[in-house]
């Protein structure tokens, strides 16, 4: 996976763009703590501050499957057209329904900034948040996890995962559970109902928070917990989806 996401973070014209993504430096434990060392546990930072990428308008238009086949082979897939089925263009013998918007690319350019590295280009590669899961035990994939919804996904994700692990909930508990959302900006937390206690509530906005109550979907996401133990397959559609299934054939 990780050399099929790896690009070049090219700018036609200008050299300084002209270099691999400085991945190591990402994954440091040295650069980690340099961030930490920005963060003040009691007093929430102000997003027009952080001004190290530019704002996506990704649409909330994406699908997301997750599928296991009778041999345990495991596919989360998540799949963005944008607008209505795209451009409504294959290209003959792929299979695949064109994008028809480039708005997962960089066109909010700011001096100085990373955003012009995802400027559009020949064989440049969209930003995105697409952040399909499969989580392995004992070697074998147990979690396949994923889901649409633009900017939440990442958070859809990592809150389902953080249900199974440190939770101990069941993969329809954890993907039914209520959800909270922070994408930067506008600088607001998103709440679903029942997420928090009236308490923490409280004190999450003396830290400085914005609270706004959010009664829409984040993204409806699309599970599978495979019990190889007793060679059983519990998926879970979230409850919230308007035509998500979970099915076995």
């Known amino acids: ?49 952080l001004t190290t990428i530019d704002e996506q308008d990704e649409k909330m238009e994406t699908t997301h499957f997750s599928v296991v086949d009778g041999h345990g082979n495991a596919v989360s897939l998540p799949y963005t057209l944008n607008g209505d089925f795209g451009a409504y263009l294959v290209p003959a013998g792929s299979g695949v329904v064109l994008n028809n918007s480039l708005s997962d690319f960089n066109n909010k350019v700011k001096p100085g900034g990373f955003g012009r590295a995802n400027l ?14 499969i989580i392995a035990k004992n070697g074998k994939p147990h979690w396949v996890i994923g889901s649409p919804g633009g900017q939440t996904i990442i958070s859809t994700n990592v809150q389902v ?13 954890a993907v ?13 937390t998103l ?6 206690t009236l308490d923490s509530r409280k004190l999450y906005e003396a830290m400085g928070h914005k609270i706004v109550e959010f009664k829409g979907l984040f993204g409806p ?3 599978i917990c495979i019990d190889h133990e007793k060679k059983l397959l519990f998926g ?13 054939f």
């Not at 070049?8 to 993504?21: H, M, T, V």
């Not at 440049?124 to 899961?133: F, G, I, V, Y």
């Not at 249900?163 to 508990?173: Q, R, T």
């Open 191 to 196: 709440f679903q109902k029942g997420i928090t």
């Open 120 to 133: 559009p280009a020949p064989g440049k590669r969209p930003l995105s948040s697409m952040t399909p899961t």
């Open 176 to 188: 039914a559970a209520p959800r909270i959302f922070h994408g930067w900006m506008p600088d607001e």
């Open 236 to 248: 879970a559609a979230d409850p919230r989806s308007a035509d998500g299934l979970a099915a076995g």
């Open 1 to 49: 996976m990780r050399r099929a996401y790896r690009d070049r973070a090219l700018y036609l014209g200008d050299p300084e763009f002209n270099s691999d993504i400085p991945e190591d430096r990402l994954i440091s434990k040295a650069y980690a703590a340099e961030l930490r060392k920005t963060i003040d546990p009691q007093r929430a930072s102000k997003s027009d501050e």
């Open 221 to 223: 996401a699309m599970c």
């Open 161 to 173: 995962t953080v249900n199974l692990i440190d939770f101990g909930m069941n993969i329809a508990e």
